[in-house]
């Protein structure tokens, strides 16, 4: 990272770790830094991407796709206004770019990304002037995303997901401290780099805390991701820091045990089961890990948002001190979920259950009138 980038950081924040001072880096110690593989997968090449030596807007000198998307590619190009520096640019689809929702989502990447500034938040650059067409440009990060590590390595042990998830919770502080709640925390917008350091990206589902309640409820890709959602999401509630809280909290609980707390086939039920239930306690999917693990990472998904940690602060300092935290039996009073099915928490399931309950009436009613007609003949 370059000299320029340690300088420009918000006020409080620690300074970047300049390359060679490993032992320093927030995430020291934490093995799965040490074998990351060299490239991550990008899928097949998409139908509109620049070709390699493209210049674009006379700036930035794009050299190769570094990463795909069903709405946008990534590539690796140098920004020739600052003596070639390597950096990140991500445009977006031309069909994403004809769908106003789904572009409407890139430009709010862009506005709040730049608003933000921490060293463990995905860093934009801003471009003056009028663009040819939609981009954004990024620091360009050496690594590979939390994903890719878990496919590679599970569950990673409790002493490094804890302090992934203490140092996530240092971007997150910054996020909510300027208003907004990211609400799309997972493993694929989590990169893991070699110099020991970690970003969260992707501000796409980002929003004011508020007003950051959707106005839809539909469980697309647009509004968050299933596996990943708070109950309130899922209810269409209100939405603010301790729905990122959940969502680290749903992280974290893959970390330690290499399952998600909540999997099904159907989407709505896997979603459902978290606003109705609890999930499996960690220590019976990992029994080596400690009860104040479970502990922790079992407050992070309390259902209710008021039974959680409050906010990013609290949940750190649980992370960074596991020792002092009292176990309080958070296990022992787990339950299973049950299907629930109310207009406000599944619209979409109940309106189509009372779709199919109203077309079951009117055939009952067809075949009710088709036997007087007949009887009375």
Known sequence: MSEAQATDRAPGAPEFVRPGDASQAPLAGVACCERLPDREGIGQPLEDEFPADYLLDGRFLIREPIGRSAMATVYRAEDLSDGGRAVAVKVPLLRA???PVTFGRFLRE???GLILNHPCLLKLIPVAGKKSRPYIVMELLDGCTLACVLHLTKPLPEKDALKIAAVLCGGLKAMHDRGFVHRDIKPANIMICRDRTLRLMDFGLSSE????RSLIAALTPLFGTPEYMAPEQVMNKKNDERTDVYG???????MLTGQLPYKDEDIWKAAQMRVTGDPVAPRRLNPALSPQAEEIVLCALRRKPDDRYCDAVRFRTALLAPELVEVTGLSEGLQPSRLRISI?????LAGALISVSALLAMVGLFLVISHFAGAGR
Do not use: H, K
């Not at 406000?344 to 979409?348: A, E, L, W």
């Open 248 to 254: 680290l909290g749903v992280v974290l609980y893959q």
């Open 110 to 112: 862009e506005r709040i």
């Open 97 to 99: 770019e004809s769908d």
């Open 209 to 212: 805390i508020s007003a950051s």
């Open 344 to 348: 406000q928490g599944t619209p979409f």
